[in-house]
């Protein structure tokens, strides 16, 4: 469900809003305001995603309100005046409606902020099933530590112990998500979420030191800094 809000000076603008919105199943508005003021409070309080902001308004423009905001939602821009359109998405709007704006319009907004809120979202891993001799093992994506090739087989090894399973790393690398797992060297890859230590020639899982293949520093390298990012 997307939670939204609407800020709009004129009455009948956010009665429009509000037709159109009903419309939209997965668009839930939590409340219509005039002012931008009075909704800080449901903006402080509560987890809105979406605000729809109309940008001329008095006392307080649109664009000045969204700058305020420490923490803002995604906005999407509501205004009878074009000349706006740049300065809205210099400010990194989803959209910018041009009133009158029409149902297939504002539905086609909303989709865009609905697809920008599930690729925002935390995905979950699911759930593998890894061949190992005559039987499909479930693994859960978070158990591996790490992976190394073993001739013609790849060793999984586990929170829980060792799997052995008749692929390549290619075939591995494919089948594990890159975002929770990276390659180090032509023979190894690694849940991230157990690198304790990176060094110049290694990465440490706890106490195993695995070694770093040349070729493979610099993508290393950018894993190091996303991780110092978000510190």
Request: with cysteine; aromatic share 10%; proline share 5%.
């Amino acid at each position: 469900m997307l939670k939204a809000i609407a800020i709009d000076d004129e009455p009948i603008a956010l009665d429009v809003i509000k037709t159109l919105a009903e419309q939209v199943p997965y668009l839930q508005m939590e409340g219509y305001f005039g002012n931008p003021l009075k909704a800080l409070a449901i903006l402080q309080k509560e987890d809105i995603d979406l605000l729809f902001l109309d940008i001329k308004m008095p006392g307080l423009s649109g664009t000045e309100f969204l700058k305020s905001l420490s923490n803002a939602p995604m906005v999407i821009f509501t205004t009878a005046y074009s000349e706006h359109a740049v300065q809205s998405f210099e400010l990194n709007a989803i959209d910018y409606l041009l009133k009158p704006f029409s149902m297939a319009r504002f539905l086609q907004a909303c989709n865009k902020a609905q697809a920008q809120l599930e690729w925002r979202r935390p995905k979950v891993p699911q759930p593998l099933f890894i061949k190992s001799g005559y039987a499909q093992v479930r693994v859960e994506p978070g158990e591996i530590i790490y992976a190394e090739s073993a001739g013609n087989y790849v060793k999984f090894v586990l929170e829980s112990g060792i799997l052995m399973s008749r692929l390549t790393m290619a075939q591995v690398t494919d089948l594990l998500s890159s975002d929770a797992f990276i390659q180090i060297h032509r023979s190894f890859l690694v849940g991230t979420r157990h690198v304790t230590r990176v060094d110049k020639h290694s990465v440490w899982l706890g106490n195993v030191e695995l070694p770093i293949g040349a070729a493979y520093t610099q993508v290393l390298q950018a894993f190091v800094d996303g991780k110092k990012n978000e510190i």
